[in-house]
């Protein structure tokens, strides 16, 4: 309770506050208090699982419900041996090396066009954030009835007379991989723009107007000054893409061509669930799992330094 001290006269004055160099320091306690629900649910759903997966690649686990025995580096041995994950690896690669920068500067570029609030530019960005709500499923549906055999691209061929070129697409050695990383671009390129504009919207609208002054075109603009602006933010989407598509491509492989003709579709993430559920080489599959965790790691560090701000 505050003490008052009388003075003459009658009145009584409150005691002067306390400096702020007496005042006790704040109490900290109550953050890390609340902190630790979280960090007790990452350590046992991420943390835990993550572990699991280096015990388990050293493990010789031919299914389920099995015994169970030490391999040590023998499954790596069997891995790096088989030609079966090599073409996976070569697959990853080329899926990779296309579809990410293609989503990457598309996405940007038609992310910026948005940003400059063209007419109707809202519709726009409701109608290119369309394919990310279609489920995978159905996004499998619109891909297998567009290039099955009698599917739409080969009715489209014919009916401008060039029959010729028609081909089963998902079936063919050539073809498939290249199917599945044009399901890629199309459910992914929409979705990244509209995240682009939204960031683009924050930039000064002064630095555009400053750079069309001094003669600069759209294009310009777009590279030497939004892109610079924003390119921590490309960086973040960048890394955010290429998890999806190094993780997340086992779904269409697994709902489209099934890893083939032969290995020609046959993907890092799909060979994990391949050994897993098909083949029941638990010590197999999650050696693979160790190769594409750490070949995540290292994208991710790359792409970080590649984006990371030079000023």
């Not at 704040?26 to 990452?42: C, D, E, F, M």
């Not at 002054?213 to 960048?238: E, K, N, S």
């Not at 669930?273 to 560090?301: E, H, M, N, R």
Request: hydrophobic fraction near 50%; glycine fraction near 10%; include cysteine.
């Amino acid at each position: 309770m505050t003490t008052l001290t009388p003075i003459p006269g009658g009145r009584a004055v409150h005691p002067a506050a306390p400096s702020p160099a007496t005042a006790p320091p704040p109490r900290r306690q109550g953050g890390t208090i609340l902190a630790v629900p979280a960090l007790l649910w990452y350590l046992v759903f991420m943390v835990g699982p993550m572990a699991a997966i280096f015990v388990i690649a050293a493990l010789h686990w031919p299914g389920m419900l099995q015994p169970v025995s030490f391999a040590g580096l023998g499954n790596l041995r069997t891995v790096l041996d088989d030609p079966v994950f090599w073409d996976a690896v070569r697959n990853t690669a080329v899926q990779l090396a296309v579809a990410l920068p293609v989503m990457i500067v598309c996405a940007f570029m038609l992310g910026y066009y948005v940003a400059q609030r063209p007419p109707g530019h809202r519709v726009i960005r409701y109608l290119l954030f369309i394919p990310g709500l279609i489920s995978t499923p159905a996004k499998a549906m619109v891909c297998y009835a567009a290039l099955s055999p009698d599917g739409l691209l080969n009715g489209a061929l014919k009916g401008v007379g060039l029959g010729s070129l028609t081909d089963a697409w998902l079936a063919s050695p050539s073809t498939a991989l290249a199917c599945l990383i044009g399901l890629d671009l199309w459910s992914g390129i929409g979705f990244t723009a509209v995240l682009f504009a939204a960031r683009l919207d924050g930039v000064p609208e002064e630095l555009g107007e400053a750079a069309h002054l001094d003669g600069a075109g759209h294009w310009r603009t777009m590279w030497r000054i939004h892109f610079p602006v924003v390119r921590d933010y490309v960086g973040v989407v960048t890394m955010l893409q290429f998890l999806w598509t190094l993780f997340g491509s086992a779904q269409h492989v697994l709902l489209l061509t099934q890893g083939g003709p032969g290995t020609s579709s046959t993907t890092l993430s799909f060979l994990v669930y391949q050994k897993a559920f098909i083949a029941a080489d638990l010590g197999y599959s999650q050696t693979v799992g160790v190769i594409l965790f750490l070949t995540g790691l290292a994208g991710l560090l790359a792409i970080r330094r590649l984006f990371r701000q030079t000023y």
